[in-house]
Nanobody, 124 residues
Framework: QVQLVESGGGLVQAGDSLRLSCAAS????????RAWFRQAPGKEREFVAA????????DYADSVKGRFTISRDNAKNTVYLQMNSLKPEDTAVYYC?????????????????WGQGTQVTVSS
């Protein structure tokens, strides 16, 4: 099993920045992908960004390209989501997800492991 714990959420104003962290523990894989999804009130959960190991492939949702950056620290087994120029429409619960293969799918059904989520609220 893999345990994922998110942190770094909070309440910010439009234009501010936040960095989310996702620490993993438990089973390790030779290749894997870690991703961020988000779910706004009344909406379905949607893909935000993903990064693979060891290839380092990246993918981003169009809505966050140029504003969000996903990165990893292998020594800490942690993935980050740097969010800049935040907008009220970025308000959501952000979830970290993981899968045991090195591709970067955007569908949530492709990810076997999930964290509990961290709330991000952006006020206008």
């Amino acid at each position: 099993q893999v345990q994922l714990v998110e942190s770094g959420g909070g309440l910010v104003q439009a234009g501010d920045s936040l960095r989310l962290s996702c620490a993993a523990s438990g089973r390790t894989f030779r290749s894997y992908t870690r991703a961020w999804f988000r779910q706004a009130p009344g909406k379905e959960r949607e893909f935000v960004a993903a990064i693979s190991w060891p290839a380092g492939n990246l993918d981003y949702a169009d809505s966050v390209k140029g504003r969000f950056t996903i990165s990893r620290d292998n020594a800490k087994n942690t993935v980050y989501l740097q969010m800049n120029s935040l907008k009220p429409e970025d308000t959501a619960v952000y979830y970290c997800a993981a899968r045991a293969f090195g591709t970067v799918p955007t569908q949530e059904k492709e990810y076997a492991y999930w964290g509990q989520g961290t709330q991000v609220t952006v006020s206008s």
